[in-house]
């Protein structure tokens, strides 16, 4: 039994509270490997953020749970070295899809866990959330639950099309998990691929595809029956044009990909949301970079060259999220 408070990491309670009094959003930000865990601990602790590291079963299959533990660990410390004296850093498990899984995350050092059961009946997604919401308090890991299924890809749950959250299930649903954090679906999806473009309209002022507005009435209707309850968004990557594009410069072959718009994310960072979570613009970011160098230089070979571009590309975009759309600089409880 590894505890995470051993390894230096925070649970998500105290983080969730002050985001919702303050109006800002904490970045869970997806990693698989150590460039990806770099750019996000480099961006945190120069933008003076708390951060969530979140690792799906598909990732921590990829990387082995125990390097992850001690890649988790050794992102305390690099904080401490960069120059951050008190980082606030959850390890996160994302989608975890049963009991075991979570409870193998806890078991591993995991500060936090998800246990997603919003593609089962409403009565079994209770059992199955209060189950792990059992186990892993009594160890003060925090759990964050679902209720509404987002369309897309979530993990090896697939949604042709979403479920927006009933807001009438969802203080039944927090009563008796006794979940942390709640994650909704208002029409965010998984992916880079949310939105096609025959569902968007161009913005007259930019030339851009606008995709149809998020259900914030959803949104809205959830934090009147849950006053201050911590509400999480998932399938929140905004595909940024540019590395759709550079992608598609340098070889690649991405279709017409379009995201949650950013401002809707900011109105979003405002409310109860207070878990915004992030994969694919760090997925394309890293893409990007990586096709420029073996494009721009065919016999370069050494891995540090094109990766080394390819954390600094992510570096910059984990920043920007961070201080113009979540508004999570400056946040930390001991700056
Ligand atoms: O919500 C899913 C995350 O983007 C993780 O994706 O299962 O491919 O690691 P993954
Ligand atoms: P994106 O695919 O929009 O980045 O969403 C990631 C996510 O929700 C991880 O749980
Ligand atoms: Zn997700």
Redesign the pocket.
């Known amino acids: 039994m590894v505890n995470y408070k051993d390894l230096g990491l925070v649970n998500t309670r105290d983080m969730f509270a002050r985001a919702i009094k303050g109006g800002y959003a904490i970045p869970a930000f997806?990693f698989?490997n150590m460039e990806q865990l770099q750019a996000i601990i480099k961006a945190a602790v120069e933008t003076k953020s708390p951060v969530i590291l979140?690792?799906?079963?598909?990732?921590r299959n990829?990387a082995n749970q125990t390097l992850l533990r001690y890649m988790a660990e050794g992102a305390v410390e690099y904080a401490k070295e960069l120059g951050c004296a008190h980082p606030e850093i959850v390890l996160h498990l994302?989608?975890g899809d049963s009991f075991e899984l979570c409870k193998s995350c806890v078991d591993m050092g995991f500060s936090s866990v998800m246990i997603d059961g919003s593609h089962l009946p409403y009565e079994e997604n209770v059992a199955l959330t209060k189950k792990v919401v059992e186990y892993a308090h009594q160890f003060d890991v925090t759990v964050e639950g679902e209720l509404g299924v987002l369309a897309g890809?979530?993990?090896?749950v697939s949604a042709e099309h979403h479920t927006y959250t009933n807001p009438e299930e969802v203080i039944d649903f927090a009563t008796r998990t006794g979940c942390d954090s709640l994650a909704i679906s208002i029409g965010t999806s998984?992916?880079a691929y949310k939105f096609k473009p025959e569902q968007c309209h161009v913005d007259p002022a930019t030339g851009r595809l606008v995709p149809p507005p998020l259900a914030f009435e959803v949104l809205d209707a959830v934090m009147e029956k849950l006053p201050g309850f911590p509400i999480v968004l998932?399938?929140s990557s905004s595909v940024p044009q540019e590395y759709v594009d550079m992608i598609n410069q340098y070889g690649g072959k991405l279709e017409a990909a379009i995201g949650i718009p950013e401002d809707e994310l900011r109105k979003a960072a405002k409310s109860a949301v207070c878990k915004i979570?992030i994969?694919?613009d760090s997925?394309l970011a890293m893409t990007a970079a990586v096709r420029k160098v073996f494009a721009e230089k065919p016999a370069e070979f050494d891995p540090r060259k094109y990766l080394g571009p390819a954390r600094d590309e992510m570096e910059k975009l984990y920043k920007h999220k961070i201080l113009n759309v979540l508004g999570s600089n400056d946040k930390l409880a001991n700056l």
Do not use: F, P, T, W
């Open positions: 997806n698989n979140q690792v799906s079963k598909g990732a990829y994302d989608h890809v979530e993990d090896e998984h992916g998932h399938g979570n994969d694919s997925r």
